[in-house]
């Protein structure tokens, strides 16, 4: 008895390997754009923060429920989104986030409600932020602590 065994056509075989292939180089492509996008926004953004410095040169909180705190860009790019300023007692915090371009060089003071910080506050930071591409504030990094404060 003789069984009737047919191969694969080799034009078949050749397609599916040439398939398999698109296929493969086609998920290979999407990792590797999805990867590179995600870092050029992040060396966007790092480069924005170091082209940005801002130092808090005076903090006032002897009003008792409030913090004036007083900052200066010295240089940088000339649009910002925002200064994000942090006042603390060195178990609580409090924030503010503004959405002003304080343009260089110039001073400005912001008052801070204390609700969660209580006196005497002992470390006030303020820092730049960007917005990334889906609108959220990306605050920069590398904010020096300012601790000649005036408490009541």
């Known amino acids: 008895m003789q069984k009737n065994k047919r191969g694969i056509s080799g034009?078949?075989?050749?397609?599916?390997?040439?398939?398999?292939?698109?296929?493969?180089?086609?998920a290979i492509f999407l990792v590797v754009r999805n990867v590179?996008?995600?870092?050029?926004?992040?060396?966007?953004?790092?480069?924005?923060c170091l082209d940005s410095f801002l130092s808090v040169t005076a903090v006032d909180c002897s009003g008792g429920t409030e913090c004036n705190v007083t900052v200066k860009r010295e240089a940088g790019i000339d649009v910002i989104d925002g200064i994000r300023i942090?006042?603390?007692?060195?178990?609580?915090?409090?924030s503010l986030d503004t959405e002003e371009n304080l343009v260089t060089p110039n001073i400005a003071t912001y008052t801070v409600n204390l609700t969660s910080a209580g006196i005497p506050i002992t470390s006030v930071e303020a820092s730049i932020y960007?917005?990334?591409?889906?609108?959220?504030?990306?605050?920069?990094?590398?904010?020096?602590?300012?601790?000649?404060?005036v408490n009541p």
């Open 130 to 149: 960007f917005n990334n591409a889906q609108g959220t504030p990306r605050t920069c990094t590398g904010a020096i602590p300012f601790t000649n404060i």
């Open 11 to 26: 034009i078949i075989v050749a397609l599916i390997m040439i398939l398999l292939a698109l296929v493969a180089s086609g």
């Open 36 to 48: 590179t996008t995600g870092g050029t926004e992040d060396i966007e953004f790092g480069t924005k």
């Open 86 to 94: 942090i006042v603390g007692d060195g178990s609580n915090s409090d």
